[in-house]
Structures are given as structure tokens and as C-alpha cells.
């Protein structure tokens, strides 16, 4: 099992860009989740998914999008990049009725 | 706001000490707390975990300590090693909820 992975592992943005970052897990976990961690905050939920179709706000989830249509991928869609949107995303996912959450190796974007 | 206090940010150890992570939090629907630790450019990874139906749990060097009462738990790191050397987040969610919401972190160096 590869796990959960993420691509890119590095992106540079200028502001107004868009992009998606990509995630896909092999463990056919329901829970699907992303991450950003900013120094001094921890980690931060910005969106989740409980099951392909069903997705629903975290805690910081303006300027992000999601989407779930199949339960191995879970893309996080960033629509006009702002510099404030610069720090590490991760993305975990976690069998449902467990509590062990799985995360991938995290992809580090800068916004200029 | 975060909802789980973490302390220290960082804290230096020689090899063979113990190292004190301290968490507090005020939600007393929490009812899951787990410690993850990650290493630079690695995505964290679940340490241990507690519920607060007890006051303990260890796993080799590593025990977790709960407060109910002061709604407050800790992790020691008992005869620390350089390979221990990481950033450790505390973190806590409610039962049956998806969501954990993270301490802020604390990077323990382990000089030899």
C-alpha cells in the first residue's frame, strides 16, 4: 500500500493563480480530510469528506474547494491564491468507526 | 481560537532525559486525545492516544497522563533518544466527531 499521497510536494503561486492540489489514499478509508499547518497554529481543518459525494467546512475553509466522486481521491482546489494561503497542506484519511488518521507527506505552497 | 493550549513551543533535552509536553483544553465533549509526532518534511504520524475512562496509558517510553478534573493531559518521553528529535501535537475531538482539533506544537531537540 502506497498510503496516502499528495502531489505536488512543492508549488510556487502568484496571487490570482489557481491550482489544485492533488490527494489519493489506497486503504478505501471513508474519512478523507485536509490540513494546513502554519507555524505556531498547528494544524488547521479546512474541509472533509465522510464518503464519496459528501463533503462539508472545517474550521478555516474560505478560498478553498473540494470535491469527492470516488473514495481513493480528494482534491483541494485553491481558485485565486492569495499569499495568505502560503504553508504546508496535508491531507489524512481514516477508516470509518476507527480513530487512526493517516496522513500524506504534505505539499508546501508559496503564494507571492 | 484554538481549543487545545499546548506548551512548551520547544524545549531541549540531553539524551537519557525525560521530556514534558503539557495540553490543556475547556470542551468537555472531548473525549479523544491523541499525540502525533512528525518529523521535518514528513507528515505526523498517530504516537499514542487516550480516552478519559483512564489516567494513564503507556507504550515503551512513551505514556500519556490525563486530568479529567483539570482537563489537562501530558505526554512524557521517558530516556529520550536523538531519534526523538521531532515536532509532537497534542490534539482532541468528540465522540462520534470527525474533527480533531491540534495543540500548536512542540518541537523537542534530543542532544546526545
Known amino acids: 500500500n502506497a498510503g496516502v499521497t499528495q502531489t505536488p510536494k512543492f508549488q510556487v503561486l502568484k496571487t490570482g493563480q489557481s491550482m489544485t492540489l492533488q490527494c489519493a489514499q489506497d486503504?478505501?478509508?471513508?474519512?478523507m480530510s485536509w490540513y494546513r499547518q502554519d507555524p505556531g497554529m498547528g494544524l488547521r481543518l479546512i474541509h472533509y469528506?465522510?464518503?464519496?459525494?459528501?463533503?462539508d467546512q472545517g474550521e478555516v475553509p474560505n478560498g478553498y474547494n473540494v470535491s469527492r466522486s470516488t473514495t481513493e481521491d480528494f482534491p483541494l482546489r485553491l481558485l485565486s491564491a492569495a499569499p495568505s494561503q502560503t504553508s504546508v497542506y496535508f491531507c489524512?484519511?481514516?477508516?470509518?468507526?476507527?480513530?487512526?488518521?493517516?496522513f500524506g507527506p504534505g505539499t508546501r505552497l508559496t503564494v507571492l | 481560537q484554538q481549543q487545545v493550549k499546548q506548551s512548551p513551543q520547544s524545549l531541549i533535552v540531553q539524551k537519557g532525559g525525560i521530556s514534558i509536553i503539557n495540553c490543556a483544553y475547556e470542551n468537555t465533549a472531548f473525549d479523544y486525545f491523541p499525540w502525533y509526532q512528525q518529523f521535518p518534511g514528513k507528515g505526523p504520524a498517530l504516537l499514542i492516544a487516550i480516552r478519559p475512562d483512564v489516567s494513564e496509558k503507556k507504550e515503551g517510553r512513551f505514556t500519556i497522563s490525563f486530568n479529567k478534573s483539570a482537563k489537562q493531559f501530558s505526554l512524557h518521553i521517558m530516556d529520550s533518544q536523538p531519534g526523538d528529535s521531532a515536532t509532537y501535537f497534542c490534539?482532541?475531538?468528540?465522540?462520534?466527531?470527525?474533527?480533531?482539533?491540534f495543540g500548536a506544537g512542540t518541537t523537542v531537540t534530543v542532544r546526545a
Open positions: 490534539a482532541a475531538s468528540k465522540k462520534n466527531d470527525y474533527k480533531l482539533s
Open positions: 486503504m478505501n478509508h471513508e474519512y
Open positions: 469528506s465522510v464518503g464519496a459525494g459528501i463533503t
Open positions: 489524512a484519511s481514516r477508516r470509518a468507526r476507527t480513530d487512526t488518521q493517516y
